[in-house]
């Protein structure tokens, strides 16, 4: 079964295989912290490219969780303040995780166990918390991701 499409403010990549899509209010710091996961994969050696920025067209077929981008936007990528970059990109990939970006001083501690986010009417996805002051935060996702 095919969900219907649903056109929404996120930015998503693919590393490695794992889908991630960066969920926020405009300025969160999702373009941001999606390019330094991109950038970080690049400097090891790992596979990764952009899906979308801005807006990703998400919907679930079948048992995955798909996310592309607008024609419009493909290969494009805002680095606020310093302007719109052409990077590598997918289509089309499988999206994993909802990343959130947040600010240190707003956030708990310790996050809920087992946390979901509800990204469409009908699509949840597991949340991995990350602060914007991490240095590294392809590897904090991936230390997150590996602790389940």
């Not at 303040?81 to 501690?109: C, F, M, N, T």
């Not at 949340?127 to 389940?148: D, E, G, N, Y």
Request: charged share 20%; with cysteine.
């Amino acid at each position: 079964m095919t969900d219907p499409f649903e056109n929404i403010h996120a930015t998503a990549i693919t590393v490695g295989g794992t889908g991630l899509i960066f969920l926020g209010p405009s300025g969160a710091g999702k373009s941001s912290m999606a390019f330094d996961c991109l950038a970080e994969a690049r400097l090891s050696g790992t596979s990764a490219a952009l899906i979308s920025d801005d807006r990703v067209i998400i919907w679930r077929k079948d048992d995955q969780i798909i996310g592309r981008g607008p024609e419009s936007i493909r290969g494009l990528l805002e680095l606020r303040h310093s302007g719109i970059v052409k990077i590598a990109w997918i289509e089309q990939a499988p999206l994993h995780y909802a990343v959130l970006p947040i600010r240190a001083a707003e956030a708990d501690r310790l996050p809920p166990a087992d946390e979901q986010l509800q990204v469409t009417s009908t699509i949840h996805l597991p949340v991995i918390r990350v602060p914007l002051c991490v240095r590294f935060p392809l590897s904090h996702i991936f230390a997150l991701i590996q602790s389940v």
